[in-house]
């Protein structure tokens, strides 16, 4: 089910047959282009972490932000429809025993979020949870996770 601040929030784009025919893109950038829309989608998240996750969520510090990249954005020219992608996080980046909340745009096979949390793995980094913004819940990326991630919006 939907999470009930969804209304407050733009939802996604459409694109049929991208990359291949047979899927439907959900592309959420029109949600983060729009400044109130961006901010709901933030607080939305935030809050259910608040909730979940309390005091290391909010502590006076605050969190900071650690990127794990698909390799294909590290190089000038990449073949958009290569699916066999690649993740990357820099070796230094996150401490052994810190812990980490995997945020992606979108949940569909799992792929992703799994590759990434082989690599905090790698960096012995914990993954407390994982959220989006969009769950494609016909791929059952959720059954892969050892977590149960957090979505704002489920389509089939
Ligand atoms: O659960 P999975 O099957 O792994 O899919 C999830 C991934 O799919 C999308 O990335 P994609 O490479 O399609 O496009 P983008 O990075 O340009 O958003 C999305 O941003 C996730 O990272
Ligand atoms: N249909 C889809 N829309 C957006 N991102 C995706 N990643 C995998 N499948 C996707």
């Known amino acids: 089910m939907a999470h009930p601040g969804c209304s407050r929030w733009r939802r996604t784009r459409g694109f049929p047959a991208l990359p291949i025919p047979g899927?439907?893109?959900?592309?959420?950038?029109?949600?983060?282009?729009?400044?109130?829309?961006?901010?709901?989608?933030?607080?939305?998240?935030?809050?259910?972490?608040r909730k979940t996750h309390g005091?290391?969520?909010?502590?006076?510090?605050?969190?900071?932000?650690?990127?794990?990249?698909?390799r294909a954005?590290?190089?000038?020219?990449?073949?958009?429809?290569?699916?066999?992608?690649?993740?990357?996080?820099?070796?230094?980046?996150l401490e052994p025993g810190q812990?980490?909340?995997?945020?992606?745009?979108?949940?569909a096979t799992g792929g992703t979020t799994c590759a990434a949390a082989?690599?905090?793995?790698?960096?012995?980094?914990?993954?407390?949870?994982?959220?989006?913004l969009v769950e494609l819940t016909s791929l059952k990326g959720r059954e892969k996770l050892r977590a149960v991630p957090f979505s704002l919006l489920q389509y089939e």
Do not use: M, W
């Open 118 to 132: 082989e690599l905090l793995g790698q960096l012995q980094a914990e993954a407390l949870e994982c959220v989006s």
């Open 55 to 70: 005091a290391k969520i909010d502590s006076e510090r605050g969190v900071g932000c650690v990127l794990i990249r698909k």
């Open 73 to 93: 954005h590290r190089v000038a020219s990449y073949t958009l429809q290569n699916r066999q992608a690649e993740l990357a996080i820099q070796k230094d980046t």
């Open 23 to 49: 899927v439907l893109f959900r592309d959420v950038l029109p949600g983060l282009e729009d400044p109130d829309s961006f901010r709901t989608c933030i607080s939305l998240l935030a809050n259910h972490l």
């Open 99 to 107: 812990e980490v909340v995997i945020v992606d745009d979108l949940l």
